[in-house]
């Protein structure tokens, strides 16, 4: 797809933190830079305290992992940055090292669009130690924030319980990436259009759109406003009906309207953006069908999320076209998913693998070890049941699995024999070449709804969801409390 050409410089290597090139020279000084290492990309909790995530941006990563390479403009701006000594603060000889690298790395991952839980990796990297440390930032980057986004765009999917959900976040956006990034993860979500045109371009996501309050503004009338748009676009017709006052925007609405009948074209329906959405779109509901227009759709906008449109149902709100912008592209009330990338494992000089485990005070934060891989049990009607993660090196040896809690290890669950299951995460890079065919964003899409109706309904509920069962297979939960003991004692 090679999005970076479209809106970047031609490398994106020095999207970075610079601890990321501080610790790639200190192991280049080491000569640790070719040591083989795996590192994994998870959350810890998902956002907007609900009980699922909708897995998002692994595209991105995919292009820019295509595009790895440091180019001279890179490598003149790191030769020209200075320790606090004045000296420089890389080695020639680091940079002429950086130059000649090419990418050489596994990579694992969990198809976008997936439903995902906290602590499953959905990256997993194995490589040269430099390597795996330097796309670290990049990578958060781009998954944080797109998972954010298609979570939050299916939750509101979920609120509007299957009627049609656009989104129009591009003027409120953290950005031209960021609206770029929304428009795409939201769609993944499961809008059903954006309003971002450039992004119809580059990921062939219809568009929608008609006039704003500005439209209105310059005509002498509102109904001159009108007519003059539908002699214009015949064939687009939303109105825009709150700009003056809002019942009689939606009777000149009906009457424009009869004059688009009339020229063989339909009135597609109207918007409001202001009041009380309830009442008035009950009353906008009732005049268009008194009117002879029971298809003209009644669409709403006006800082809309998954809580507002929840209640406007309650309230038998008559909406049944929903434009959320802001509080969607900028996951209004959790600006971050917090998804972290953690050193799981690394080769000793012997060629045998050393597991790691970042400890904390906090259990949350200690880190699982091991080369992990999510497997995904079902129920006998095809449902999600439980997900396992598991060292690949010590796979399960029975059939009646036990997962345990890695927050808590008196609750473990037992799988069971026969019972179906997926492994998650897939080949995506192989020594550094891509075998990988990344679907188009519709495809991930329909593969997300397919997802999120195998969960469920407690978990998708927005007020108190279950916590879906993830845990530890035995193995690597005994591995993982070997490590915290071992270092525990070191401690003491």
């Known amino acids: 797809m090679r999005l970076t050409k479209h809106l970047y410089a031609e490398s994106l290597m020095l999207l970075t933190d610079l601890y990321q090139l501080t610790m790639a020279y200190g192991y ?50 790191l030769e020209s940055l200075n320790g606090n000594d004045g000296k420089p603060l890389f080695e020639k000889g680091f940079l002429d090292y950086l130059g000649a690298m090419t990418f050489a790395c596994n990579v694992e991952a969990i198809p976008e669009g997936t439903v995902v839980f906290p602590h499953e990796p959905l990256i997993k990297i194995r490589g040269p130690l430099v390597q795996c440390q330097i796309i670290e930032t990049a ?33 409120r956006a953290q950005g031209i990436d960021g609206s770029l990034a929304a428009s795409r993860a939201a769609y993944i979500g499961g809008v059903s259009a954006t309003s971002n045109v450039l992004a119809g371009k580059l990921f062939g996501i219809p568009v929608r759109g008609t006039h704003a309050h500005s439209w209105i503004m310059s005509f002498d009338s509102e109904l001159e406003a009108f007519d003059t748009y539908a002699e214009a676009m015949p064939n687009n017709c939303v109105f825009l009906v709150d700009t003056f006052n809002t019942l009689e925007g939606v009777q000149n609405a009906i009457q424009v309207g009869h004059k688009l009948r009339a020229k063989g074209f339909e009135m ?15 009353k906008a509901r009732a005049m268009l069908d008194a009117a002879g227009f029971p298809d003209a759709n009644v669409v709403a906008t006006n800082d809309l999320d998954e809580y507002i449109i929840h209640s406007l149902k309650q309230q038998s709100a008559q909406i049944n076209v929903w434009g959320v912008g802001t509080r969607l592209v900028t996951a209004y009330e959790q600006p971050a998913l917090g998804g972290v990338y953690k050193l799981a494992a690394i080769k000793n000089a012997s060629g045998t693998w050393d597991y790691k485990v970042k400890l904390s005070e906090q259990a949350i934060k200690v880190s699982n070890p091991g080369l992990q891989q999510v497997r995904r049990f079902y129920t006998s009607d095809g449902m999600f049941l439980s ?3 598991f060292d690949t090196d010590t796979p399960p040896q029975s059939e009646d699995a036990t997962i345990i809690d890695p927050m808590d290890m008196t609750r473990r669950k037992r799988i069971g024999k026969d019972v179906s299951y997926t492994d998650l995460l897939v080949p995506i890079f192989q020594k550094g070449k891509k075998v990988y065919e990344s679907p188009m964003p519709s495809r991930i899409r329909d593969y997300a709804a397919q997802q999120l ?13 279950h916590s879906y069962p993830v845990g530890l297979e035995q193995g690597l939960f005994d591995l993982k409390t070997s490590l915290i003991l071992k270092h525990r004692s070191l401690e003491g």
């Open 268 to 282: 597609s329906g109207i918007r409001l953006d202001s009041g009380d959405l309830a009442y008035l779109s009950i």
């Open 28 to 77: 280049w000084k080491a000569n640790k830079t070719e040591v083989e290492s795996v590192f994994n990309l998870f959350f810890r909790n998902n956002p907007f305290k609900g009980g699922y995530s909708i897995a998002c941006g692994l595209d991105y990563v995919i292009d820019l992992l295509e595009n790895f390479k440091f180019i001279e403009s890179d490598l003149a701006y």
């Open 453 to 465: 109706s195998l969960l469920h309904p407690s978990f998708k509920r927005f007020a108190n969801p």
């Open 387 to 389: 997900d396992m993660i």
């Open 139 to 171: 990578l958060l980057n781009i998954i944080n924030f797109q998972t954010l986004i298609a979570t939050k765009a299916s939750r509101v999917c979920i609120a509007a319980e299957g009627e049609s959900v656009l989104e129009f976040g591009l003027r």
